[in-house]
């Protein structure tokens, strides 16, 4: 797809987040019908997606110069970020402001471990 594309659904996603959050002010008892735990991770996710749709794809891709080649000790590195924050998650008690952004590292740091495992195995088949 093209970084217009990429950035209409970035602001799509963007308004999404306005209305919600100008509805959970205003209801506050029908956030979510599941715990804290989930919902900020939810949010965190979300997070993730509107990083990837309005900053990531647009501005800073297209701004490489080298493409990226993908590397699995990369790839295995972001993967075992992700594993470490769920541990965390799971093993806290507390739910709170960081809940979204283990949320966040979770989700970013699977993304980016199947993107470089992606492009290794794309990159290890063309040397084929």
Not at 35 to 62: E, S
Not at 94 to 120: C, Q
């Amino acid at each position: 797809m093209k970084k217009k594309i990429y950035l209409l659904i970035g602001i799509f996603l963007l308004i999404i987040a306005v209305c919600f959050m100008c509805y959970v002010f205003n209801h506050p008892e029908a956030i979510s019908p599941w715990g804290n735990r989930v919902t900020f991770i939810l949010y965190g996710i979300y997070i993730w997606l509107l990083f990837k749709f309005l900053l990531d794809i647009p501005v800073l891709k297209t701004n490489k110069k080298i493409p990226s080649d993908g590397s699995l000790i990369r790839a295995l590195f972001f993967f075992f970020v992700a594993i470490v924050f769920l541990i965390m998650e799971i093993a806290w008690d507390k739910v709170n402001f960081f809940t979204i952004i283990r949320g966040f590292v979770i989700i970013g740091g699977i993304d980016r471990g199947i993107e470089n495992l992606s492009l290794w195995i794309k990159n290890r088949n063309m040397k084929s």
